[in-house]
């Protein structure tokens, strides 16, 4: 009988890994990247400008380990020259703009559907001198307006979620605000070249509340709302300027988030949302909490879908802990 040789899979060249370079083989940041590039003062203009990593590494970076795909007969150019290149041809020498840019990378067709390989592990806890609204804003907040949606919705919307306006906060997407402090003046780190200090590599990957369906159904091309919708790994459709606007402040809901080191994206404890007054969970239906509504209509028909807060989790069984957070009646 003739034996079966497995043949190993052909690396995707067009397709950069972070993992691999620097998980599996180690690499340093500084083997690629230089902090700051060369043209740092050309792409952000005047007081806009500062040392940063604005643009890709330059070929030398990877032609030590990848001089056979530089120069493979592939046409019109090699495969391995679109992780960086827009058209890959030899008379068009566009780059991407490079992520770190921010808003100009974002508004791109590969930034639309961007997800980065690092999670930013920003320890809040060393930044107490500082005001939420330093770093995080309301995105499209509705405000006075009567259009209260990001986008139109359908006539027969009932109670069908449609994304609303200042359901997002925004958050920093480029080293400005990090390096007004962090930079090579002050020396007060971890320094713009420490990269791997706040740039870890994703471990665990967390479902989100995000049905990308629902969001093309949506019609949303906004790409701030794209990347926030995507990391929201609990409550999908909580709005945050309607609580805003209730007076709540950020640590009411965040103190797992500001006390944590590391990770940014944790989940809001559903205790949040009853409170001193039981806004959303109270003891019994009868007073009116939202959790406590839809705990019974789940108990009644497994079909029941929890839409007040949720996108995908409201189709699955609801979780003890969601349970657990309903006060026993009189306390």
């Avoid at 790409?223 to 640590?251: D, M, Q, V």
């Avoid at 509504?293 to 069984?317: D, P, Q």
Wanted: charged letters at 25%.
């Amino acid at each position: 009988m003739a034996v079966q040789r497995r043949v190993p899979s052909r690396p995707n060249y067009s397709d950069f890994s972070h993992t691999t370079h620097v998980t599996k083989q180690k690499l340093t940041c500084d083997s690629c990247h230089k902090v700051p590039t060369s043209n740092w003062k050309d792409i952000r203009k005047g007081d806009a400008a500062f040392p940063d990593a604005a643009e890709f590494p330059e070929h030398s970076a990877c032609l030590n380990c990848h001089r056979q795909q530089f120069f493979a007969r592939e046409r019109p150019a090699p495969v391995i020259c679109s992780n960086c290149h827009v058209a890959v041809t030899p008379r068009d020498t566009a780059r991407w703009p490079f992520p770190s840019l921010g808003e100009p990378f974002f508004l791109t067709a590969r930034g639309q559907n961007f997800v980065p390989e690092f999670n930013v592990a920003f320890p809040h806890p060393k930044h107490t001198d500082l005001e939420c609204s330093d770093c995080h804003a309301t995105h499209q907040p509705q405000g006075k307006s009567d259009d209260e949606y990001v986008t139109k919705p359908p006539k027969n919307i009932g109670d069908a979620f449609w994304l609303k306006k200042g359901t997002f906060m925004t958050q920093p997407v480029t080293h400005a605000n990090c390096f007004t402090c962090h930079n090579q003046e002050s020396e007060l780190v971890p320094l713009p070249k420490n990269c791997d200090s706040c740039h870890k590599p994703v471990g665990e990957t967390r479902r989100a509340d995000f049905d990308p369906k629902l969001a093309d159904t949506i019609g949303v091309k906004d790409w701030w709302t794209l990347t926030a919708w995507r990391s929201r790994i609990s409550a999908g459709a909580y709005r945050h300027e309607l609580h805003e606007g209730l007076e709540l402040k950020c640590a009411q809901c965040h103190q797992a988030t500001l006390a944590n080191l590391g990770n940014a994206k944790l989940s809001v404890p559903v205790k949040s949302c009853g409170g001193a007054e039981g806004c959303h969970v109270t003891s019994t239906v009868d007073e009116g909490g939202a959790l406590n509504f839809e705990i019974e209509e789940k108990k009644k028909n497994a079909n029941f879908v929890c839409s007040k807060c949720h996108i995908v989790y409201g189709r699955e069984a609801v979780p003890a802990n969601h349970v657990s957070a309903i006060p026993a009646k009189g306390k």
